[in-house]
């Protein structure tokens, strides 16, 4: 089964309008991790948002917000007042296990592609 | 301004040729880690190093090879032995006791 699942390949959005951007993710540890990246045109991977397991409070950062369901294991990222910038590819992650000690495995999904229409 | 700086941004290698990808980070992040990225696909870990003179192989670890002898660090080697290594590479790093790992802008590795 996949860990992580973004079942929209590309979407479409006009400029100033709100997105939302599905995730959902299997796991059967308590305590994880989930993660949104923005990867522009360019290449690199730029962090934009985190909700740990436990948090009971949705993640937002700025424009965006994280809406975690917990029961229906989803993650969606949700984009308000689209801008041109907003164009790029978006990966949705998890992180498994606790943090202290050793390694804990990220998983990523395989994106989406999002594009602001003037 | 702090970061991870990757380069070159693109390489050729050659049939039978072994190339080094950097990666050099000035966050004092204890870890760091090598994804690659194919076509359609997430990225997918091949090493990573959670201390200098450590460091476990990943999913695809096949063919490749990495040092970290300075925390600020680590080298990424692809062989002759990875017959499929045109991809992207991207590098990462993180505290090791937080979550979010922190991605330079990647190196673009083709074949000739």
């Known amino acids: 089964a996949q860990k992580i699942t973004q079942t929209q390949p590309g979407m479409f959005v006009q400029e100033k309008e709100a997105v939302t951007l599905d995730c959902t993710y299997d796991t059967s540890d308590q305590s994880y991790g989930l993660f949104w990246y923005k990867q522009p045109s360019s290449g690199e991977m730029i962090f934009l948002i985190y909700?740990?397991?436990?948090?009971?409070q949705n993640a937002t950062e700025g424009r965006y917000s994280l809406n975690f369901q917990k029961a229906r294991k989803s993650a969606n990222l949700v984009i308000s007042a689209s801008q041109l910038g907003d164009s790029a590819m978006y990966f949705c992650?998890?992180?498994?296990?606790?943090?202290?000690?050793?390694?804990?495995?990220?998983?990523f999904g395989i994106g989406t592609k999002l594009q602001v229409i003037p | 301004d702090g970061g991870i700086t990757q380069s070159p941004k693109y390489l050729f290698r050659k049939e039978g040729q072994n190339v080094t990808l950097s990666c050099e980070q000035n966050l004092n992040h204890d870890a760091m880690y090598w994804y690659r990225q194919d076509p359609g696909q997430g990225l997918r870990l091949i090493y990573y190093s959670q201390i200098v003179n450590d460091f476990q192989k990943g999913d695809i670890a096949e063919g490749y090879s990495v040092s970290r002898e300075k925390k600020e660090s680590f080298p990424l080697t692809v062989t002759s032995a990875q017959k499929n290594p045109t991809a992207f590479y991207l590098c990462a790093s993180s505290i090791v006791k937080e979550e979010t790992q922190y991605f330079g802008p990647g190196t673009r590795l083709l074949v000739l």
């Open positions: 992650a998890m992180r498994e296990g606790s943090i202290p000690g050793g390694y804990q495995k990220v998983t």
């Open positions: 909700q740990g397991s436990y948090d009971e």
